[in-house]
């Protein structure tokens, strides 16, 4: 493929990469203070990722310190043919399906109400000037996010990573397709078979309790 065909996803993941290329080599010769910064530019991502995935925030965090220490082992391993930040992507999305496996095998379920999460939603639109909602508004905005996220753990652990990937991380399907080592026409295809799903759960949730 030449640069005149090469996609909008590509484009980015090339400049994705010369961005963050001598940060990562910086981490590769032992710098601490880059490897510190490397995990405060992903750490918030990482959390909400693994929070929404597993459906437990005090189980995200065990998870994020995971992602990070295995970040730290690996990236001499780390080749640059997608962004540094796909292949978190991917770690963050392994790490909690094997999280899940082993709880499910346990016949023990993590998932807890994500209060914690739309909490800290909030205070992120509120640092970015648009949380001037009334306090009725907040609650039913609340209400709605934990009606969502009930909705997305009912889903499969693929529909859900997928979903997420796409609609929360705003990740291109070529992108995800990167993350999550498929092919690009197979993320399509789920992609939409987990919106249908999504859309069902929603609507079983919202016929029985109705529409915060």
Known sequence: MTTGEMSLGSLETLRG???????????????AQAFARLVALHEGMVFNLAARLT???EEARDIAQEVFLQVYRTLGRFEGRSSLKTWIYRIVVNRCHNRLRWWRRRRRSRSRPLEELTVRDEARLAASGQGG????????????????????????FHHRAILLLRQVEGLSCEAIAAALSLPEGTVKSRLARAREALRRSLLERVGENGWP
């Open 17 to 31: 990469a010369v961005q963050e290329g001598p940060l990562v080599e910086r981490c590769r010769q032992g710098d």
């Open 55 to 57: 459906g437990d925030p």
């Open 133 to 156: 909602a009334s306090p009725y508004e907040q609650v039913r905005q609340r209400e709605t996010a934990l009606l969502v996220q009930a909705a997305l753990l009912s889903l499969s």
